[in-house]
């Protein structure tokens, strides 16, 4: 059970693996008195210290973790190098059951782990994970981010993510349409989470058709109450909708064979990681179809830009004001694509290696 991907899982092995695209260090944690399993990724480290959030999940395979980890450290330094950040790529899975597997001494015990690597790593919230195990980690690291507020950390990065993706969203549609005014403009958002909650706020407020769905009712429900002019949809149906702009936040893979077929938007942009099926084929195929999309890494980094803040010494507004940048580089890389005639993740990918490359060059490693 992959969660955010839909590509097959190889079997090759770990050295394999890592040359193919460059990482630099796999560790593998075991310790039988907690049950712990997990796998750290450091992809790249020239900007800076790996961040990346720990992932709980009950893969079914050890190589559908290792794929996961690898996959999404790399993502984490594409990441935090368009976000302008001095932070490398970095991420960690455990294997097992967020609902039932979690104690503290596992917590601990992998917070030691981390601890291990001296700063290399920073690890945060993923799925799976909350600020309470966050404690936990804390208890044996100071290579954590994402504390509870009480603690001087950041809190829920979510508000901050979504403003981020609206910045990113108003950036498209000032491409697409001419002006990033998105009022009267219909944006179907899927996932009622912490994301899509707070971005249904910000549109809202601006007067857009929200089409709003979730596979839980009832946060439905909770969000239709604070917010009675949203059109509540059911979950298939999103993507048969005649709305401007398809916002996916809650899974990833959602631009696929299938999907594809169906959507009507002119515009996707949305918090889900790897929203592309497959990058290569799907990146293309959104364009030939004439939708301008927003990549995810790019307009989704308000979560790891609050976390970076939390490093530095949290300030709410100094995160916005950054995150607030992401329409800026969104319109950059969307001019790019357009201007070399190349889908807009891989004008992203382009930007961001341009920015690890010359770094690179100058001599930096952390
Ligand atoms: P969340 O878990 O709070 O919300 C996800 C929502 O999606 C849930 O309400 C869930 O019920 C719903 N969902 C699941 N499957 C669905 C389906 N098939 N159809 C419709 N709804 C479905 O997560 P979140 O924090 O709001 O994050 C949303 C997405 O953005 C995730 O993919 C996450 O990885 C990504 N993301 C989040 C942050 C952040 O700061 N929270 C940062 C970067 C990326």
């Not at 976000?83 to 001494?105: F, M, Q, S």
């Not at 945060?124 to 600020?131: F, I």
């Not at 989470?193 to 910000?202: D, E, I, K, P, W």
């Not at 005639?341 to 690179?360: F, K």
Request: hydrophobic residues 40%.
């Amino acid at each position: 059970m992959a969660l955010t991907s839909s590509l097959p899982v190889t079997d090759e092995l770990v050295l394999a693996r890592m040359e193919k695209h460059d990482h630099e260090e796999v560790l593998f944690c075991f310790d039988r008195p907690t049950g712990l399993r997990a796998i750290i990724a450091i992809h790249d480290t020239t900007l800076g210290p790996a961040l990346g959030g720990t992932r709980m999940w009950p893969y079914a395979t050890e190589a559908e973790a290792l794929q996961d980890v690898m996959r999404l450290s790399r993502g984490m330094t594409y990441k935090s190098a368009l976000a302008g950040l001095d932070l490398g790529g970095g991420k960690a899975v455990i294997i097992g059951d967020a609902r039932t597997d979690k104690t503290e001494a596992m917590f601990r015990r992998f917070g030691q782990f981390v601890d291990s690597l001296n700063g290399r790593y920073i690890t945060a919230e993923d799925v799976g994970m909350s600020t309470m195990e966050m404690v936990n980690i804390r208890k044996e690291t100071t290579n954590v981010a994402g504390l509870p507020e009480e603690m001087g950390g950041s809190g829920d990065p979510s508000p901050v993510t979504a403003y981020g993706v609206y910045m990113g969203m108003k950036a498209a549609a000032r491409t697409a349409y001419g002006s990033d005014d998105l009022k009267g403009r219909k944006v179907s958002i899927q996932g009622a989470g912490n994301v899509g909650h707070a971005l249904v706020g910000h549109l809202v407020q601006e007067g857009a058709q929200v089409y709003l769905t979730d596979i839980h009712p009832e946060k439905l429900a909770a969000i239709k109450a604070e917010f009675p002019t949203i059109t509540l949809v059911d979950p298939e149906s999103v993507y048969d909708l005649d709305v401007d702009i398809y916002s996916p936040c809650a899974l990833g893979a959602t631009v696929n064979d299938d999907t594809l077929k169906r959507l009507k938007c002119s515009i996707i942009a949305g918090a889900a990681n790897n929203q592309l099926a497959r990058e290569e084929v799907h990146g293309k195929a959104v364009m030939e179809k004439g939708i301008l999309y927003a990549p995810d890494f790019l307009i989704n980094a308000g979560g790891i830009i609050n976390c970076a803040w939390e490093r530095k010494g949290y300030n709410r507004q100094a995160a916005l004001n950054q995150t607030k940048a992401i329409y800026d580089t969104t319109l950059r890389i969307l001019k790019a694509s357009a201007d070399k005639g190349i889908p807009t993740y891989l004008a992203a990918n382009q930007a961001a290696e341009e920015r690890i490359n010359s770094v690179r060059a100058a001599g930096f490693r952390y």
